[in-house]
């Protein structure tokens, strides 16, 4: 639960920025390997998905080519593009907050893992309601 936390203020984190609010950690062994959040907006780039970038500084740091000893814990369920990332990386373990009914890849829309080579052990809903009122209130800020 305490690395959900740490996510979730990464989250807080990218909402300051004006970041859709979405944080990401990477643990190993009971050490972080990397942390983000979401920097679409800030590095004019629509693939910094946190996810994303967890999986590309995690591997970079453990300097291999696969994260199947690894969890991922994200405040918000995986889209699409992100779900496939994390097959292809074969990160062994998914915690991920809110459910992400409209866009997201594991538990609704195309739900890659049922179609990858790979798919992680996957806990969703944790801290749901902290991580689902904080995009609620992102973006009803927006609108």
């Not at 970079?60 to 690894?70: A, D, F, R």
Request: glycine residues 6%.
């Amino acid at each position: 639960m305490q690395y959900m936390h740490r996510a979730l203020r990464l989250a807080k984190q990218a909402y300051r920025q004006d970041e859709v609010p979405v944080g990401a950690i990477l643990v190993k062994d009971h050490h972080v390997i990397s942390q983000t959040h979401n920097r679409c907006v800030i590095d004019n780039n629509p693939l910094y998905h946190a996810e994303m970038l967890a999986i590309y500084q995690g591997i970079s740091q453990l300097q291999t080519l696969y994260l199947n000893e690894c969890t991922l814990y994200v405040t918000l369920e995986p889209c699409p593009m992100c779900a496939a990332a994390i097959a292809q990386a074969r990160v062994g373990k998914l915690i991920f907050g809110a459910y992400d009914h409209k866009s997201g890849g594991v538990e609704h829309g195309p739900k890659i893992f049922s179609h990858a080579h790979h798919t992680p052990e996957i806990i969703g809903g944790v801290l749901e309601d902290e991580c689902a009122s904080l995009l609620r209130n992102f973006f009803k800020k927006k609108r």
